[in-house]
């Protein structure tokens, strides 16, 4: 007798098992994409901090430069101070003299008359410039810092100077303003 073994199947598959694989396939997906997302987001995040932040050290390498300006060094290389003149324009002024622009200090920047970072040998990441105004010290006001009347027009007692940098890349601006101060000696006060 020849028997025949018929292997039964005890219930057929109705594809349940491969509709939940292509739906966690599906979320796995959406997961995955919205991740790669995020990732390109934080890395043009990242990409344009690096770039503020060396705009920002072009800036403060302009009002260095600013600063640099309005000391004065000898034949024997010492440094020391005497109050530039107050200027409408920087035109035809050598890199070598300081500039003060005689307008009033505002809380807008106006970049019209401005000197280009001029430290020779230096390569910034940008275009620097800066320019430099007298910073009020109360004399409109009746106060002053000088007692004395006339110490500021006779160049003694401490001049202060708005310092205002400003640096230009890859259609980026940063600009950095500071004050600064001087003594009859020419340091820059220590506060």
């Known amino acids: 007798m020849s028997a025949k ?5 005890p219930h057929r598959q109705h ?3 491969l509709v939940i694989a292509l739906v966690f396939l599906l979320i796995i997906t959406m997961v995955t994409i919205s991740n790669m997302r995020e990732v390109s987001l934080e890395s043009r995040i990242t990409g344009n901090t690096i770039e503020s932040k060396r705009l920002l050290n072009v800036a403060e390498s302009a009002v260095r ?23 409408a ?6 890199d070598e003299k300081a500039c003060v622009l005689s307008r009033e200090p505002g809380y807008n920047l106006d970049l019209t008359e401005k000197r280009a970072y001029s430290a020779a040998g230096t390569k ?5 410039a800066y ?5 009020p010290a109360g004399e409109g006001l009746g106060e ?5 009347y006339g110490n ?10 708005e310092v205002n940098g400003t640096a230009e890349r890859n259609g980026m601006t940063t600009a950095i303003r500071t004050n600064v101060a001087f003594n009859s000696e020419g340091k820059i006060e220590e506060e």
Do not use: M, W
Request: hydrophobic residues 30%; contains cysteine; negative net charge.
């Open 131 to 135: 320019y430099v105004l007298l910073a």
């Open 5 to 9: 073994r018929i292997i039964q199947f």
């Open 152 to 161: 500021r027009h006779s160049g003694i007692g401490p001049f202060r100077y």
């Open 89 to 94: 324009n920087c035109n035809g002024l050598s």
């Open 15 to 17: 594809g349940a098992a």
């Open 144 to 148: 002053s810092e000088n007692p004395e």
């Open 65 to 87: 430069d600013g600063e640099r300006s309005l000391q004065l060094v000898d034949s024997e290389g010492e440094k020391f101070f005497s109050p530039p003149t107050l200027r």
């Open 124 to 128: 910034l990441e940008g275009e620097a």
